[in-house]
């Protein structure tokens, strides 16, 4: 028969079965959420790399419209250059008239090179940083799955943890012998996995 004290053991040993089972769950519920936060950080970290890739090249279209206005502001300052040089019947082929046009194209070139050169320098740093976000993005990515796979071993903990509780409760109950006990001369039966004391035959 199951006596008191193993009745107890046994029911402390199938709430620490819950117990392990809830504490399993519990651990692996709050690591999936912590996961799910890196996965969405890693989304939207993704969004902005992307964002910055597709406008990398947008410096280079603004240098182009630069270049434009640089060039139109220029031929201009030739032509009224070029007129001046006419009306005082000058060669503008010759001596001043060629430094000056001369000083004003190289003005001209130096102005679109630096514009272009501009633009090429905030086109590579917005690649860096594109380059950079993806980097994090893929190490977030592999945070996720690291988390994911600790809330799975969290819970198969816990299961196994229950599980192995319960089988210890039940190989317990197993081992009761309720009847069976031979008494002996003077002291415990040990046919009972329990140990019960048994009476000495007089």
Known sequence: MCDPFTAMAIGGTVASAGGSLFSGFAGGDALN?????ISSNAELMSGQARLLEESADLPLLKARVAQSRIRDAGNTVLARQSATVASNFMDPTYGSPLVIAARTVGQIESDMGIARATAQLERADTVTRSASLYQQVYGQRVQAAQTFA?????????????????????????????????????????????????????
């Open 150 to 202: 600790k809330a799975g071993a969290a819970r198969a903990a816990g299961v196994f943890g229950a599980a192995t509780a319960l089988l210890g409760a039940g190989s317990k109950l197993s081992g009761l012998e309720f009847g069976s006990a031979k008494p002996f001369a003077g002291g415990w039966d040990q046919t009972n996995s329990f140990f019960a004391y048994q009476p000495m035959d007089i």
């Open 33 to 37: 959420r912590q996961a799910d936060f």
